[in-house]
């Protein structure tokens, strides 16, 4: 008999939304129970790839918007294997962005070459995850929670538009996975205690062979 697989969880939200926060916590008490977790976090700013987006993101250089498009796909293909491998090792595998942010931060430009099915085509073929949980914040609570950093794509215009491409992309279930919405406006304990109930519903489902990574 093989190695029960373990869980592919992807954390997903707007800048300030606290998902790295979570994304942390949720790491935290699952290994202080002793789980193998495998922590991954998109951009993977440390690779020759990861500092041209970072490179990018601070202003310090400019690309067009195609190729960083495609930059941000092949920062994620880059890490396929490992994280390939660490699932199959029986790792709940735990990751801070993913695809979700490739499609919906690009397509939020409003470019008219780069629609919501260009930008998710470079990003075909990465395992789909077991569940997305989509960490919800409202324009009102991002604006309490202070000023946006410096970084290119931390503006209110923008945000608006990626959180109205992250609703259209749930919209189409098939094809983007399942998100699972987590109001995260409220206090961190109460969020963290709701992502904490996802996740061991997920973890059930795929100990049970219900949930099949493609
Ligand atoms: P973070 O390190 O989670 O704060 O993410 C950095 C910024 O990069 C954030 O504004 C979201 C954005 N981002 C993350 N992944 C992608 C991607 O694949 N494509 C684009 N265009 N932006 C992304
Ligand atoms: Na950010
Ligand atoms: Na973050």
Not at 106 to 134: N, Q, T, Y
Not at 158 to 171: A, G, S
Request: net charge negative; aromatic share 6%; with cysteine.
């Amino acid at each position: 008999m093989g190695t029960q697989r373990g869980a592919l969880v992807v954390f997903e939200g707007l800048d300030r939304s606290g998902k790295s926060t979570q994304c942390q916590r949720l790491v935290d008490v699952l290994r202080a129970n002793g789980e193998e977790v495998h922590h991954m976090r998109f951009p993977n700013r440390s690779s020759p790839i990861g500092q041209m987006i970072n490179s990018y993101l601070s202003g310090q250089a400019q690309q067009d918007d195609h190729a960083i498009h495609l930059l941000f796909s092949a920062n994620r293909w880059e890490s396929v294997r490992e994280l390939e491998e660490r699932i199959n090792a029986g790792a709940t595998v735990i990751v801070d962005r993913y695809y979700y942010s490739g499609c919906v931060y690009s397509a939020a430009k409003h470019i008219p070459s780069m629609d919501l099915e260009w930008c998710r085509s470079p990003d075909v073929g990465l395992p789909r995850p077991d569940v997305c949980i989509f960490l919800d914040i409202s324009a009102e609570e991002q604006a309490k929670r202070g000023g946006f950093g410096e970084e290119r794509y931390e503006k209110r215009e923008l945000q608006d538009r990626v959180r109205e491409c992250y609703h259209e992309m749930r919209k189409h279930p098939d094809e983007h996975a399942d998100m699972v919405i987590v109001d995260a406006g409220r206090g961190m304990e109460e969020v963290e205690q709701e992502i904490a109930e996802v996740v061991r519903r997920v973890r059930k489902n795929v100990e049970g062979g219900e949930s099949r990574l493609r």
